[in-house]
């Protein structure tokens, strides 16, 4: 019923940039909070940065000044810029949105997209 749909991953040379896009689509009543998580190899899943609905952002620490989250509610999609790319930023990247679907009442769900790999090479 709610998909959401990651592009822009891909490999990357250290000091280089990626943009990622996540666009929400299906039987939306509203979206909260969206962000972006990682997971790297033998790892556990870690937060990235999260947006409110109302564009209040937060950062991991180990991306603060290099990643940059955005969103546009009109197109129901959130973005992260990522600059000054290091190979320690190797992972799979996965958007998360908070949710409220036709159907659903008033319950948040967490949707989860299936996720995309960005390599940096030293």
């Known amino acids: 019923q709610v998909q959401l749909v990651e592009s822009g991953g891909g490999l990357a040379q250290a000091g280089g940039s990626l943009r990622l896009s996540c666009a929400a689509s299906?039987?939306?009543?509203?979206?909260?909070?969206m962000g972006w998580y990682r997971q790297a190899p033998g790892k556990q899943r870690e937060v990235v940065a999260t947006i409110t609905s109302g564009g209040i952002t937060n950062y991991a620490d180990s991306v603060k000044g290099r990643f940059t989250i955005s969103r546009d509610n009109a197109k129901n999609t959130v973005y992260l810029q990522m600059n000054s790319l290091k190979p320690e930023d190797t992972a799979v990247y996965y958007c998360?949105?908070?949710?409220?679907?036709?159907?659903?009442?008033?319950?948040?769900?967490?949707?989860w997209g299936q996720g995309t790999q960005v390599t940096v090479s030293s």
């Open positions: 998360a949105a908070d949710v409220q679907y036709i159907g659903g009442g008033s319950y948040w769900y967490r949707y």
């Open positions: 299906g039987s939306i009543v509203s979206i909260n909070a």
